[in-house]
């Protein structure tokens, strides 16, 4: 099995963590998005990332390899069977891919990828409306949200825990985090998921990669 992408990209670091938590053998191809090869763009026509192929099988968009991986290895299972929690699993992982990596991609693009890989300065009012007006709104909803056993589903990792947590480390990126005095529950639940060795490899990988760049 192949994956095209890089980590940096929270839906590539989301698929990668997914594949570590299950135990499964995968390569990893670094790919840019932003100067597709034609292997990549056989493969993600649309040059989205991550893309997946597994000997005659291809696909892009980490919602969908991941349930191609979930129907055929099952265990442990990261997605559960019972309807509410396998409902609100996937309510996680949309929030977490729409919303949220909406708002902190305003932050991450521009005070990140512009300046380091495009070679030009980011737009800092796009990135402030992103920190002042849209992200608090993600954090007091996860901080009325987050239970205290800290998983969002069923007391256990799920593929909601890697959703939501995966954006955070973009923000990390760039020195922001929650607040331990105003979002307690939100700081200690993203601590939690990214110490986890599926997360902890990865973003030790991209903190070398960030200073090297």
């Known amino acids: ?3 095209y992408g890089s980590s940096l990209s929270p839906y590539v670091r989301k698929t990668l963590a997914y594949v570590a938590e299950k135990g499964l053998p995968v390569d990893v191809k670094p ?3 932003f100067a597709p090869d034609p292997e990549f763009l056989a493969v993600s026509p ?5 893309a997946f192929t ?5 696909i892009s968009d980490s919602t969908a390899i991941i349930t ?9 299972a990261l997605l559960p069977s019972d309807p509410k929690s396998r409902a609100r699993t996937i309510w996680f992982e949309e929030f977490a891919d729409t919303i949220m990596i909406a708002a902190m991609g305003k932050m991450f693009f521009n005070r ?3 300046p380091r890989f495009l070679g030009r300065p980011g737009d800092e009012a796009i990135a402030l ?6 992200l608090p709104p ?9 239970p205290a056993d800290g998983f969002l589903v069923d007391g256990r990792l799920t593929v909601a825990d890697l959703a939501v947590a995966s954006p955070f480390v973009n923000l990390d990126h760039i020195d922001i985090r929650p607040d331990p005095a105003k979002h307690p529950k939100t700081a200690a639940y993203v601590a939690g998921i990214v110490a986890r060795p599926s997360f902890a490899t990865l973003v030790a990988q991209e903190k070398a990669f960030a200073r090297a760049a």
């Open 31 to 33: 790919t840019n998005p």
């Open 54 to 58: 597994d000997e005659d099988f291809s």
């Open 68 to 76: 191609y991986l979930e129907a055929k290895h099952p265990e442990p």
């Open 46 to 50: 649309f040059s989205r990332i991550p």
């Open 1 to 3: 099995m192949l994956i």
């Open 138 to 146: 993600i954090l007091d909803y996860l901080e009325r949200t987050i």
């Open 112 to 114: 990140f990828v512009a």
């Open 129 to 134: 409306e992103g920190e002042t007006k849209d």
